[in-house]
């Protein structure tokens, strides 16, 4: 059975990033029937950076439903490399074969990319996000078509937005 929705807190229930995409991966490998939005909403704090596995979200492909990575109130909870293992150099990564991910109200900083959506992660969402000083790209995107960017604000980076 999937869970739909996780809060992720310092105090728990899920306590990262990685812990909820982990229990999503899971839950779609072994019931990739989708019958809602799936969402992690993020409470006030600093957390560690995360990594959606290359095809974890294809059940959601052809469907109109979304993961939806987002603030959980009127806040920006920060995703920093400083509570990252050193091997997470992109804050939020969406590897290839994910389509339909939104990443809304999020602060990501000192990764090489704050966020990247790869190859055939298709319609991917990023809203309302403030990426500051990671060292490449603030939002990289490849290869994805019906990709939406609006309302973030991206500083002290080699480059801002790239798409391609």
Do not use: W
Request: charged content about 15%; proline content about 4%.
């Amino acid at each position: 059975m999937i869970t739909y929705s996780y809060t992720i807190s310092s105090d728990g229930p899920t306590y990262s990033i990685q812990e909820a995409i982990n229990k999503i991966t899971d839950d779609l490998a072994s019931n990739p029937v989708v019958e809602r939005d799936i969402t992690i909403n993020i409470q006030d704090g600093t957390y560690a950076g995360a990594t959606i596995p290359n095809g974890a979200l294809l059940p959601l492909l052809n469907t109109s439903y979304r993961l939806i990575i987002q603030s959980a109130g009127e806040y920006f909870p920060v995703i920093d490399f400083n509570d990252s293992n050193e091997s997470q150099v992109v804050g939020i990564d969406i590897g290839s074969g994910n389509p339909n991910v939104t990443i809304n109200g999020l602060r990501l900083h000192y990764f090489s990319v704050g966020i990247r959506a790869d190859l055939n992660s298709h319609f991917p969402v990023v809203r309302d996000c403030i990426i500051t000083n990671n060292r490449n790209a603030g939002i990289f995107i490849s290869e994805c078509d019906q990709v939406s960017v609006v309302q973030n604000v991206v500083v002290n980076g080699d480059y801002g937005i790239v798409t391609r």
